[in-house]
T-cell receptor, first 117, second 113 residues
Framework: GAVVSQHPSWVICKSGTSVKIECRSL??????MFWYRQFPKQSLMLMAT?????????EQGVEKDKFLINHASLTLSTLTVTSAHPEDSSFYIC?????????????FGEGSRLTVL | AQSVSQHNHHVILSEAASLELGCNYS??????LFWYVQYPGQHLQLLLK??????LVKGIKGFEAEFIKSKFSFNLRKPSVQWSDTAEYFC???????????FGKGTKLSVKP
């Protein structure tokens, strides 16, 4: 199947700093990528839809100025958590849909665990 | 509100027991249905999917799921579980091929050897 890679897989940062997480589709092009957040023992909550070449679409309650998303190419989307605080500590997961496919299947990255001290 | 419900939060079984995990959704019209699995420390992987046709779908590792439109359900089954099936299982739904996936809260399966 198609491969989606996230980097870093885990990161620890100090409160107030910014952290960038990358999501890459390795063997396919993705005009649309999705960013999710997963809390312990809970489901994946969609944060935003990242569209190549245009602004991301954020879900209700997600601060777009805090979670900056950039989708500059068909294989890369980035999520930057700005001025991170301990409550931003979470597991962030990206997914991508093959632009040439029509099945609706999403391919998921390994996830990035963020810990803010 | 549109939602996906997974009935069981945590299921504990012994090896060789049969498994059925419930999933119900609240969308009307045509939907695509998925089951994903997340093994400990790993990323989400697709188990199986339903788009159309035979409502009984076969997936990887001996899993299957049945789409019952009248019940808005897509339950996951396996006749005989193994210790290696210990994982978290997520049901997901989307409307159309370009929509986002809406996930259930997940069911943690623990299989005792």
């Amino acid at each position: 199947g198609a491969v989606v890679s996230q980097h870093p897989s885990w990161v620890i940062c100090k409160s107030g700093t910014s952290v960038k997480i990358e999501c890459r589709s390795l063997d396919f092009q993705a005009t649309t990528m999705f960013w999710y957040r997963q809390f312990p023992k809970q489901s994946l909550m969609l944060m935003a839809t990242s569209n190549e070449g245009s602004k991301a679409t954020y879900e209700q309650g997600v601060e777009k100025d805090k979670f900056l998303i950039n989708h500059a190419s068909l294989t890369l989307s980035t999520l930057t958590v700005t001025s991170a605080h301990p409550e931003d500590s979470s597991f962030y997961i990206c997914s991508a849909r093959d632009s040439t496919g029509n099945t609706g299947e999403l391919f998921f990255g390994e996830g990035s665990r963020l810990t803010v001290l | 509100a549109q939602s996906v419900s997974q009935h069981n939060h945590h299921v504990i079984l012994s090896e060789a027991a049969s498994l059925e995990l419930g999933c119900n959704y609240s969308y009307g019209g045509t939907v695509n249905l998925f089951w994903y699995v997340q093994y400990p420390g790993q990323h989400l992987q697709l188990l199986l999917k339903y788009f159309s046709g035979d409502p009984l779908v076969k997936g990887i590792k001996g899993f299957e799921a049945e789409f019952i439109k009248s019940k808005f359900s897509f339950n996951l089954r396996k006749p005989s579980v193994q210790w290696s099936d210990t994982a978290e299982y997520f049901c997901a739904v989307n409307k159309g091929s370009q929509g986002n996936l809406i996930f259930g809260k997940g069911t943690k399966l623990s299989v005792k050897p």
